[in-house]
């Protein structure tokens, strides 16, 4: 699978950007997506998950209420729209699929990886 993430820039606080990333082949579905962040100097940071069907979604605490993951499994895509944005989200966003299993914001249980899309938020 071969993952491409866009839609980052500059956005000034409590702004929004939606976040889309496209993956490769015929099986997208069978894959769950997951969405990371990482800022200079920090380690990456679980931001949302969801499911091959769609059915189940999964959050990290910071952006419960703010962000929303979505997926198409007709276009290959998986989507995180970002609202009420903070300058601490202001991060590189990478995509990520994992083999079907339980949904997991443990980025090292993930088989496969955008080359991300850098947010900055202004304060």
């Known amino acids: 699978v071969q993952l491409q993430a866009s839609g980052g820039g500059l956005v000034q606080a409590g702004g929004s950007l939606r976040l889309s990333c496209a993956a490769s082949g015929r099986t997208f579905s069978r894959y769950n997506m997951g969405w990371f962040r990482q800022a200079p100097g920090k380690e990456r940071d679980f931001v949302a998950a969801?499911?091959?069907?769609?059915?189940?979604?999964s959050y990290a605490d910071s952006v419960k209420g703010r962000f929303i993951v979505s997926r198409d499994n007709a276009k290959n895509t998986v989507d995180l729209q970002m609202i009420g944005l903070k300058p601490e989200d202001t991060a590189i966003y990478y995509c990520a699929a994992q083999t079907l299993g339980v949904l997991t914001g443990n980025p090292n249980l993930y088989n496969y990886w955008g080359q991300g899309t850098q947010v900055t938020v202004s304060s």
């Open positions: 969801i499911g091959g069907s769609g059915g189940s979604t």
